[in-house]
């Protein structure tokens, strides 16, 4: 675990006192702040009911589903934890390039001017190049021409991403490799790719706003992880500009509603 600075621990401290959490109950809910940017986090705490998911101004799920006091001591927690990365050092640095750093893209990049994490996966954008860290295993692609406008992520690794460009949706594993897993094959790669990418894009026929298709079978017996799933897949679709925030909002009611 990265050490935590004279600051982070007086706030890990501070926090445990506060909520009448252990210390390492309070780190690893840091970490998995952390790990989400400061807006969102996945967590298996025993002491706050087990596996649950936060996110910063969204939901609070939790293992018991209707405690509303252990939910607002998450969200509490979670916040005040996200506020402490936000304005102070929390933990002690790491080298650059190494895995837990916040600076894991190789260094000759620069500074990104977008980069994010999701789940196992963190990706930074820089111009020309996107920089994907997998499991911490680090793959720099050529963009090529595309004005990337967001990451998206399926179950799976590099072959499940895909981001949004002037052309469409373009899936990551068919961007030249510039370094990395796989870039002995870039060279074949990169002419099939640019000529994909710099084709007119084709004219696509405008369709309704999709529906998610909700179990029929869902019921008060589905289990918090059937309803989690949804619930997350929605979010993509919403997040891919598929449906609106009311849209979401309503079906993700619904299902929680369900349970």
């Known amino acids: 675990m990265q050490n935590l600075t004279q600051d982070g621990q007086n706030l890990v401290n501070s926090l445990s006192r506060r909520y009448n959490l252990s210390f390492d109950a309070v780190v690893h809910m840091l970490i ?4 989400g940017n400061g807006s969102m986090a996945q967590f298996n705490c025993p002491e706050l009911g087990g596996g649950g998911q936060w996110m910063r101004g969204g939901m609070t799920m939790v293992g018991d589903m209707f405690n ?5 001591t998450v969200d509490n927690l979670c916040n005040e934890l996200a506020n402490g990365l936000a304005n102070m050092q929390v ?10 750093s916040n600076q894991w893209w190789p260094g000759d990049l620069g500074q990104p001017f977008s980069s994010g994490a999701q789940n196992s996966t963190r990706y930074a954008i820089f111009p020309n190049r996107l920089a994907v860290e997998v499991n ?4 720099v692609y050529d963009t090529l021409d595309n004005n990337i406008g967001g990451i998206s992520q399926q179950q799976g690794g590099n072959s499940s991403l895909t981001f949004s460009s002037q ?17 002995a094959n870039s060279n074949t790669n990169n002419q099939a790719s640019q000529n994909n990418f710099v084709a007119p894009p084709a004219q696509m026929a405008y369709t309704t706003t999709p529906e998610v298709q909700t179990p029929q079978n869902l019921s008060n017996t589905a289990s918090v992880d059937e309803v989690i799933q949804l619930i997350e897949k929605l979010a993509k679709l919403r997040d891919m500009g598929a449906i609106s925030d009311n849209e979401y909002n309503s079906k993700k009611t619904d299902l929680l509603n369900r349970i």
């Open 32 to 35: 998995a702040v952390n790990n």
């Open 68 to 72: 509303y006091g252990l939910k607002s």
């Open 91 to 100: 933990f002690m640095p790491l080298p650059k390039g190494s895995k837990s």
């Open 136 to 139: 911490g295993n680090v793959t």
């Open 167 to 183: 052309y469409g949706t373009i899936a990551v594993n068919t961007l030249p490799i510039v370094s990395g897993a796989g870039s």
